[in-house]
């Protein structure tokens, strides 16, 4: 199985602010159609997840701009340019090169200072 | 829009079993391979089961392999996670998911919780 892991596990942040949330795969998620298999999704307390950004950069439907999906192979970011109070929530990356048998990052949760 | 309602959770004991379904709308069932994935209490996410659209070829995790099966029933929308053999660590939170190469829609989840 794929390993995912995330760096930090916790992140608090001044509204305003940046944010950044590393992913690492143990194995190359970089398909041969040139994309890279890797989901971005955040999950607000008491909710399901929801999908951010997909295929490492392609923000989903509904999702501000100002969040932003890189990287390639086995390292990948996801980057807040201004975090809001509405951001708080736990974000998972997930590997999806080996569909459907999907492994995820541990989770980092994402506090308003 | 896509809605995947999750039902059948509950309170089972150890050694028990239970069903737990998952009925889609809003985009053509048949055509997607559907995942259910759980979450422990206060842990992260586990992908568990998923079926393929039509052919209804299956894939399991490990850890719960020659227990729980999937199922589905394209003229009725659903797909099903038969679970066999419960133990305490398969108390989560299980959420149905559609997969378009990844997922990206979920449910709202069903609790099922084991426990004597």
């Known amino acids: 199985d794929i390993v995912m892991t995330q760096s930090p596990l916790s992140l608090t942040v001044t509204p305003g602010e940046p944010a950044s949330i590393s992913c690492r795969s143990s194995?190359?998620?970089?398909?041969?159609?040139?994309?890279?298999?890797l989901h971005w999704y955040v999950q607000k307390a008491g909710q399901s997840p929801q999908l951010l950004i997909s295929?490492?950069?392609i923000r989903a439907s509904g999702v501000p701009d100002r969040f932003s999906g890189s990287g390639s192979g086995t390292d990948f970011t996801l980057k807040i340019s201004r975090v809001e109070a509405e951001d708080v929530g736990v974000y998972y990356c997930?590997?999806?090169?080996?569909?459907?048998?999907?492994?995820f990052g541990q989770g980092t949760k994402l506090e308003i200072k | 829009e896509v809605e995947l309602l999750e039902s059948g959770g509950g309170l089972v004991q150890p050694g028990g079993s239970l069903r737990i379904s998952c009925v889609a709308s809003?985009?053509?069932?048949?055509?997607?391979?559907m995942s259910w994935v759980r979450q422990a209490p206060g842990k992260g996410l586990e992908w568990v089961s998923s079926?393929?659209?039509?052919?209804?070829?299956?894939y399991q995790a490990d850890s719960v392999e020659g227990r729980f099966i999937i199922s589905r029933d394209n003229s009725k929308n659903t797909v099903y996670l038969q679970m066999n053999s419960l133990r305490a660590e398969d108390t989560a939170m299980y959420f149905c998911?559609?997969?378009?190469?990844?997922?990206?829609?979920w449910g709202q989840g069903t609790l099922v919780t084991v426990s004597s």
């Open positions: 998911a559609r997969d378009e190469g990844g997922i990206d829609h």
């Open positions: 809003g985009f053509t069932f048949s055509s997607y391979v």
């Open positions: 079926i393929t659209g039509r052919s209804g070829k299956i």
């Open positions: 194995q190359s998620l970089l398909h041969s159609n040139g994309y890279n298999y």
């Open positions: 295929l490492g950069s």
């Open positions: 997930m590997q999806a090169i080996q569909t459907p048998r999907y492994t």
